[in-house]
Nanobody, 123 residues
């Protein structure tokens, strides 16, 4: 099991940028695939992005491609989500997820989840 703590969410104007962080502990971070999901009010949780243990082959949901970038620093046990050109529809609670297999993360069935960080984009 791994513990995940997200940070970086806040209120930002449309067109602005934020960087979310997810700090992991409890298991060898470098062996984990990591991902980001989000849940807007009244909607189901949806996949945003994921990355392999090595940092290669990042995956993105279509609506965030070209605007969001996922990265990781295995020395700091942290995964990041750089969000640029934010839109009001990006408003949601953003969750970090971790698992040994990338496909498990992408499917939403990751074994470990953080508590979430709120991102609000005003128009």
């Amino acid at each position: 099991q791994v513990q995940l703590v997200e940070s970086g969410g806040e209120l930002v104007q449309a067109g602005g940028s934020l960087r979310l962080s997810c700090a992991a502990s409890g298991r060898t971070f470098s062996s984990l695939a990591m991902g980001w999901f989000r849940q807007a009010p009244g909607k189901e949780r949806e996949f945003v992005s994921a990355i392999t243990w090595s940092g290669g082959m990042p995956y993105y949901e279509d609506s965030v491609k070209g605007r969001f970038t996922i990265s990781r620093d295995n020395a700091k046990n942290t995964v990041y989500l750089q969000m640029n050109s934010l839109k009001p529809e990006d408003t949601a609670v953003y969750y970090c997820a971790a698992d040994g297999a990338l496909r498990t993360v992408v499917s939403g069935r990751a074994g470990s989840w953080g508590q979430g960080t709120q991102v609000t984009v005003s128009s």
